[in-house]
């Protein structure tokens, strides 16, 4: 299954265009949102998701 990104605006506001995953087609100007999570176990370690 192929995953779809939503492009914005500097506003963060939706284009109405999408991009595949990796596909790297933006226009100078727009952007994508993206959010990185990091989970600290009990015994310390990070773990990233």
């Known amino acids: 299954m192929q995953e779809y990104w939503d492009i914005y ?3 963060k506001n ?4 999408v991009m595949k995953r990796n ?3 933006m226009k100078e100007g727009e ?3 993206s ?4 989970v600290r176990s009990s ?3 990070r ?3």
Not at 14 to 17: A, C, F, H, L, P
Not at 35 to 38: E, M
């Open 35 to 38: 959010v990185l999570g990091v």
């Open 31 to 33: 952007y994508y949102i």
């Open 23 to 25: 596909d790297w087609n």
């Open 47 to 49: 773990e990233f998701t």
């Open 43 to 45: 015994k310390g370690r």
């Open 9 to 11: 605006d500097i506003n």
């Open 14 to 17: 939706k284009t109405g265009r």
